[in-house]
């Protein structure tokens, strides 16, 4: 196999590092980007840079938010049902439940999973604050909305046991998605009937 300059491998063994590309998908895409015209190749190169720069996370549910922004849309919206909040991996699951356009209430997003095998443990993850959002608010119902997995699942559970003393319902996504699934994949009506379905965990 011939060898191809440092800058072009270097792009290839950067590209390998994002979830679900391997070592084929990102030598076609270092080769298109060689390839590809200059303005797409910057366009994208500030994209990358600003990514980073221009993004922050929400001080209230740790969903990403504007860089000195202090809330999201979300949170900064007074539309929006304090009673209810659902309670999600990561910032994607965010995006997959406003796809609905079910639901009303806030997030909690726990930036993660409990995971023993991976060194994950609860104080990797943004419970406590949960746990403080729901002694000083006005929550009455806390959707557990973590993945349909063993970590998922595992979590769901952990934070059962912390929410059921304070009072509030506990409640789960239906059975609606695949077992092993992610939230990002599944599709609106799906999500929509899971939403309505949820069940109570009391």
């Known amino acids: 196999m011939p060898l191809i300059p440092l800058p072009l491998q270097n792009l290839v063994s950067a590209l390998e590092l994002l979830p679900g590309i391997g070592p084929k998908t ?3 895409l270092a080769f298109y980007l060689l390839k590809a015209p200059d303005e797409l190749v910057q366009q994208l190169s500030s994209a990358l840079a600003e990514l980073k720069t221009s993004t922050g996370t929400c001080k ?13 849309e979300v949170c900064a919206d007074s539309k929006r049902a304090d009673g209810t909040i659902c309670v999600v991996e990561d910032a994607m699951d965010v995006l997959a439940m406003e796809r609905t356009a079910g639901f009303f209430g806030r997030y909690h997003v726990l930036q993660g999973v409990l995971s023993p095998i ?7 993850l943004r419970i406590r604050p949960l746990i403080e959002r729901v002694k000083s608010g006005e929550a ?4 557990l909305a973590t993945n349909p997995s063993m970590e998922g699942d595992a979590t769901a559970l952990y934070l059962r046991q912390l929410l059921l003393p304070l009072g509030v319902q506990v ?3 239906a059975r ?4 092993g699934g992610d939230l990002e994949y599944a599709d609106p009506n799906t999500l929509l009937r899971a939403l309505a379905g949820r069940q109570d965990m009391s």
């Open 176 to 179: 609606g998605l695949p077992m």
């Open 171 to 173: 409640t789960r996504l």
């Open 26 to 28: 990102a030598s076609r």
């Open 118 to 124: 991976e060194g994950i443990g609860p104080d990797d």
């Open 140 to 143: 009455k119902e806390i959707i």
């Open 60 to 72: 209230m549910c740790f969903n990403i938010t504007l860089a000195g922004q202090d809330l999201c």
